[in-house]
């Protein structure tokens, strides 16, 4: 199963990219894992936030494939905690699902066409995160997830 998370625009901050990169690289070891990046919108002034949200939309479901399995990583989503979420990912792994696609919104967060093509929204917290930020929390998680499948010990709960 080859997981992506889908990010709209460049992780601008340094230390924020290494974060990233460190956990890209231990999930090396434990599947198929990439960043897939939707080039970020330019002129953004001259719209409306919603005008905003439907021309990244147009671009999300561009990238998408009908076999895709789509979850929106969403603050309203399903709260889960970390072994909650490997045994998603568990379950996932042994279904007919082959692409799981994780998806950050941009900085105004989803149109509802690509709620409408969602098949599970994730919340990682109540509170808002920046759509920065939200890639390396969820790089994180996912590196957990894999590490608590795997018995490592990286996990205490
Ligand atoms: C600044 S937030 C957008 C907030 C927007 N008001 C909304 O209702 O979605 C940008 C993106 O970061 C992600 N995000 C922020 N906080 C999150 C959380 N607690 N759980 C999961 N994803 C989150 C979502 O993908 C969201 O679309």
Redesign the pocket.
Known sequence: MKITLLIIGKTEENWLKEGIDKYLKRLKFYGKVEIAEIPELKNTKALTRDQQKAKEAELILKRLLPTDHII??????VQLTSRQFAEYLDKKAVSPVSNLVF????????DESVYQKANDK??????????Q??RL??AEQLYRAFTILKGEPYHHD
Not at 103 to 110: A, R
Not at 122 to 131: A, G, I, R, V
């Open positions: 929106l990583l969403d603050e309203k989503g998806i950050v919104g941009g900085p105004y967060g989803f994730l919340s990682l917290s109540k509170m808002t995160f920046s759509h930020m939200v929390f969820f």
